[in-house]
């Protein structure tokens, strides 16, 4: 076994290729599907913000061992490092609710140890104000905690999420659902139109088909005459199913106490302050 190395790469192809690379290891951790190749695709493709991905490799010819995905942003001189599809920023009514969306991947705790140390080493030697905020993680992740060993400093944060629930069968009619795009496309037009931020709307509209392509997104709906009254989309893989966004009748969805998801923050300079739980 070689030794283990830590790069980085920046950019939109170079991440896109690491997040294609990293595939089985997603796979092999049971990424959620907002961690996946095809998910982190499509957040790439909105260009919110600049991509860096941190690898860790225990022989360069083979697959990544631990992967960290950030996105890059600039306020003046101030540097904030956020998770790449921040679940604590814009996008966060995207993410399907209810558990914990994010990750750093690790295969085991020694990767989780360099992944640590690449992420931080982002941050040497800067002169000016900079800040590390990761949301949206498992409780008892490796490399929050190797992170928080490496800087003592560091404040954590745990709140419970809120999923939704789907109760479209309360509604006394008949329930259609589909796997097939073209469903998708007949009721995404009122899906968006339920989203007041036209950045969400950008955003859903382009991971919602690019998931139904793959077979990862169920629309239900139920209609009364050509009146639509709820429509929900799924997102499924194997037997797992995770309500993700609706729209219609109040009775239709409903929301309950989701899984704990823990947050980490470290700065230095004037961006430090307490992280606040969500």
């Given amino acids: 076994m070689g030794a283990v190395q830590t790069r980085v790469v920046t950019g939109r192809e170079g991440v896109v290729r ?13 990424a959620p599907v907002p961690a ?33 995905l950030l996105a890059v942003r600039r306020r ?25 969306p994010a990750r750093l991947l690790a295969r085991d705790d020694e990767v989780a140890a360099r992944l640590a140390a690449g992420v931080l080493a982002l ?44 109760r ?4 006394g009619a008949p329930v259609v659902r589909s ?8 009721r995404l037009p009122a899906l968006l139109a339920a989203q007041p931020d036209p950045r969400i709307r950008l955003a859903l509209r382009a991971t919602a088909r690019l998931h139904a392509a793959i077979g ?34 109040p009775a239709a969805l409903a929301r309950e106490m989701g899984a704990p998801a823990t947050s980490l923050r470290v700065a230095d300079g004037w961006l430090s302050r307490p992280v606040a739980p969500r």
Avoid: K, Y
């Fill in 18 to 30: 690491e997040i294609r690379a990293a595939a089985p290891l997603m796979a092999a951790l049971r």
């Fill in 36 to 68: 996946r190749a095809p998910w982190l695709t499509a957040v790439l493709n909105l260009r919110t913000a600049r991509p860096v991905a941190v690898v860790v490799e225990r022989d360069a010819a083979s697959r990544p061992d631990g992967l960290a």
């Fill in 76 to 100: 003046g001189t101030a540097l904030r490092l956020t998770l790449l599809g921040d679940p604590d920023g814009a996008m966060a009514d995207l993410l399907p609710p209810g558990r914990p």
């Fill in 123 to 166: 941050t040497d030697g800067r002169r000016t104000p900079w800040s590390l905020s990761l949301a949206g993680l498992p409780m008892g992740d490796p490399t929050a905690r190797a992170l928080g060993a490496l800087r003592p400093d560091a404040a954590f944060a745990t709140a419970r999420t809120s999923r939704l629930v789907d």
């Fill in 168 to 171: 479209l069968d309360s509604l």
């Fill in 179 to 186: 796997r097939d795009p073209r469903d998708l496309e007949h």
């Fill in 216 to 249: 990862q997104v169920e629309v239900a709906a139920v209609t009364e005459g050509d009146r639509l009254r709820a429509a929900l989309l799924t997102l499924v893989e194997g037997a797992d199913r995770l309500p993700w966004v609706g729209c219609g009748e």
